[in-house]
């Protein structure tokens, strides 16, 4: 949907993908612990108080709580988004896009894929409660049970509009207590925004700028396409806490219980996780880049060694991004990087040849092994 923007689009994580080409951020990776962490002497870690960093920081925090949710009907399914709502592994969606009896998919930011139970739907209000027993105990996203949202407050819209993708936009609360109906449903004193709303961000989180805490639930556009509406989410914690309270669950169909699972990654896939691994190595989230590495390669170097070799990156960048489709069902991943290394007074760039294995391990997808090679200056 196309959609006038207020501000500009910023997107922790930006993908693009063919067979052929693909697009992603990049730091060097070694295969081996390094004993030089760099050749411009000790380092120190960067750390940033600006505002963009605590922003990418707001960002790349809550998208670890966003999922891409699929609820399959046969050779079809319907895609939305969804977000972690409590350490009991409850997600929160739109009524709209669960069909009772139908398989729940939840695919998380780092790829890993649950089948999900439905604890509550409402036939009027478009909010719906699935529960994942894996995801027990998981951080959840800060809800803002109390603030309700005015006219010009920024805000930040997540979801996942092409399945793992993971989209941040930025924008403002432009208008407050609409009501309309759409599809049997009652939307009433809703949030207008001024930021995309496709299909498949219904059900994602809209957050505080300033803070960072879920305010409302990303639902659905307008028919003239230029504005999108969220529900305030201070409006149905009282049901969502009554649902997640309640132990009787819809259990979906078992038939194609696992008819979601992948053996072979898609190109699509492979270059999201990658983009992933880097952003979060931006973020400095060394434990969750940690973990997108397969269990061979965690095997050659330890966590700490693994931190302390990307400690110098200050910035990277990309260039000629190319995918590959291995026999054994993997993607080769190749690039040209060029990465600033140092600290904010003593730094210079170094450019790189990097290549990467992508491919399912336990049914999680993973880098599973990677080499570097030193590129001529610029």
């Known amino acids: 949907m196309k959609i006038n923007k207020i501000s500009v689009i910023i997107s922790a994580i930006l993908i693009s993908a063919s067979t052929a ?13 390094s004993e030089n962490l760099s050749k411009l002497g000790n380092i120190t870690e960067v750390t940033s108080t600006s ?23 046969g050779s079809k399914s319907t895609t939305g988004s969804g977000f972690i709502y409590d350490k009991k592994g409850d997600i929160v969606t739109n009524a709209h896009l669960i069909k009772d009896r139908l398989p729940i998919i939840i695919r998380m930011a780092d790829t890993k894929t649950y089948r999900g139970k439905l604890l509550g739907k409402s036939e009027i209000t478009d909010i719906a409660l699935v ?13 803002s049970r109390d603030k309700k949202a005015d006219i010009g407050d920024e805000i930040i819209a997540l979801g996942s509009p092409l399945g793992p993708q993971n989209t941040a936009d930025i924008g403002i609360i432009s208008g407050s207590n609409i009501n309309f109906s759409l599809e049997n449903y009652q939307y009433k004193n809703v949030y207008q925004i001024s930021v995309p709303v496709s299909s498949g961000n219904s ?5 505080d700028k300033n803070t960072g805490q879920v305010i409302g639930i990303i639902s659905t556009k307008a028919d003239n396409k230029s504005v999108g509406f969220s529900i305030p989410i201070n409006q149905v914690t009282p049901m969502l806490d009554s649902w997640s309270s309640n132990t009787n669950t819809t259990e979906f169909s078992t038939q194609n219980r696992d008819s979601y699972e992948n053996p072979k990654p898609s190109t699509k896939n492979a270059v999201y996780l990658v983009s992933y691994f880097y952003s979060s190595l931006n ?22 060694n ?19 489709q ?35 391990e336990n049914n999680s997808l993973k880098i599973l092994s990677g080499k570097i090679t030193p590129a001529k200056q610029q």
């Open 131 to 143: 529960r994942v027993d894996a995801l027990k105990g998981k951080n959840p996203m800060k809800i």
């Open 21 to 33: 080409a693909c697009f992603t951020i990049h730091k060097n990776m070694r295969s081996k612990p």
């Open 326 to 360: 291995m026999e054994n069902g993997s993607i080769e991943v190749s690039a040209s990087i060029e990465a600033l290394e140092g600290n904010e007074t003593n730094s210079g760039t170094n450019t790189y040849n990097v290549i990467y294995t992508i491919g399912y």
């Open 51 to 73: 505002k963009t960093r605590d922003l990418n920081s707001i960002i790349h925090e809550n998208q670890k709580s966003v999922v891409s949710l699929e609820v399959k009907n």
């Open 203 to 207: 059900g994602g989180p809209l957050l």
């Open 306 to 324: 693994f931190r302390k070799s990307y400690l110098q990156t200050i910035s990277v960048k990309t260039d000629n991004m190319l995918c590959h």
């Open 283 to 304: 973020s400095k989230d060394y434990v969750t880049a940690y973990s997108l590495l397969g269990s061979g390669w965690q095997g050659k170097i330890p966590y700490e």
